[in-house]
């Protein structure tokens, strides 16, 4: 059996495992690693190295600092001022929820960011007679914005750039993915504050008092060990952004998370539970698939065949397009984390098949990646935001048809060409 056929069953095996819903990603992730070892793919004393990869590390020591800005309450802090800070009219208080979802999950983690917001929202719904289905959606809309601001913003943000740098090229710098989040993340407020009556059912859903009641647990004033986390976030933001040879992005963050720790924001237990070993496990298993897909000539082949059928003089925004909506189809049934891994590796071999860099083709995969508003099972958290705002799928497709999905594409297609092509 060749290893182009090998690499070829090996894809396929590990995509079935990731649409089905009773087997974890981070498994499907290590699977996928293994049997690219077991076949001679790539040398098997060196199929985990990709999980201590610098990108992990970055990824890692971001989250460390993420659960220090949660433990010296920080983020509650924060959270709690970007929301109440409009009022408490629908209006208001729907921006609010864009706005403060939008930055929290810039600086942390989504789920972190949805496990503060949401005690704030169903307080400030409960007081203002709210219903949580006129705020929660845009709340976690803005959510999902947040994930391309930074390449540490999310997993698919590390996991491409892993996949840039095993490739043989650079990884992203630490602010480039906001070339195309920021102004998607414009566009899609711009439709929620204009078509959000139209868009959101009129249904009163009862704000949950439980949750509310936390939300008095979170500090009001600023002080105490915030301020170190604080400085840790803007110095770790300032030398990644900096990006010095002798003091790379991944030794900012180390430092950071290391600071986060020695400074008593938090201790070893918590620095542990901080860290989202689902989302490293991919981005390790995932970079180690997508080496195999490249050196057993897969990519090359799978190039080969999308070019035939497209035809040799396709123009590469044409393919940026394809590379999107392909991308942002597969997500709608499995982890944003993993679409963006496994179209990341095609579209290297396209660009190179077509002789231009693959910025590009790997910029509209991590882009296509967060389309994944569109069905009950796109994202793990689609299901939590369902039952706070008790969606029926039907609105979840309507909502994230004209929030998600058009304005990403329009927006796609005119900054990915302008920036990587």
Known sequence: MTPTLTATIILIVTVIMFFAPKIPTAVTAVVGTILMGVSGILPADEIFNYYSSSTCVLMISMMIIGGGMMHTGFAGWLGNKLVRMTGTGESRLRLAAVLAGWIMSSVASGSASLMILYPIICSICIASRISMSRIFFPMYAGIGFGSLMTVAGSGMCGATSSILQEAGFRGWSFFEPAWMGFPMAVASTVVIMIFADKLLPDTYVMPD?????????????????????????????????????????????????????????????????????????????????????????????????????????????????????????????????????????????????????????????????????????????????????????????????????????????????????
Request: hydrophobic share 55%.
């Open 209 to 421: 008092a439980a949750e509310a009641a936390k939300a008095e647990k979170l500090p009001t004033q600023f002080g105490g060990k915030m301020w170190i986390s604080a400085v840790i976030l803007v110095l770790t933001i300032v030398g990644m952004v900096i990006d010095a040879d002798a003091l790379p992005m991944h030794m900012c963050a180390a430092i950071g998370a290391a600071a986060s720790v020695l400074t008593g924001c938090m201790n070893q237990k918590q620095m542990f539970q901080s860290i989202s070993w689902s989302t490293i496990f991919m981005i390790g298993g995932m970079t180690a698939v997508a080496k195999g897909v490249q050196a057993s000539g897969l990519g090359d082949v799978i190039a080969d065949t999308i070019m035939g059928a497209v035809g040799s003089d396709v123009s590469p925004v044409i393919m940026v397009g394809i590379i999107y909506l392909v991308t942002g189809f597969i997500t709608q049934f499995m982890s944003n984390n993993a679409a963006a891994s496994i179209m990341a590796p095609i579209g290297i071999a396209l660009a190179a098949t077509m002789g231009v860099e693959p910025y590009a083709f790997v910029a509209a995969a991590l882009g296509g990646s967060i389309c994944g508003m569109l069905t009950p099972i796109a994202t793990p958290t689609m299901a939590f935001a369902m039952e706070a705002g008790k969606y029926t799928p039907k609105q979840v497709f309507k909502w994230g048809f004209f929030v998600s999905l058009v304005p990403n594409v329009i927006i796609a297609m005119i900054v990915i060409p302008l920036v990587w092509l």
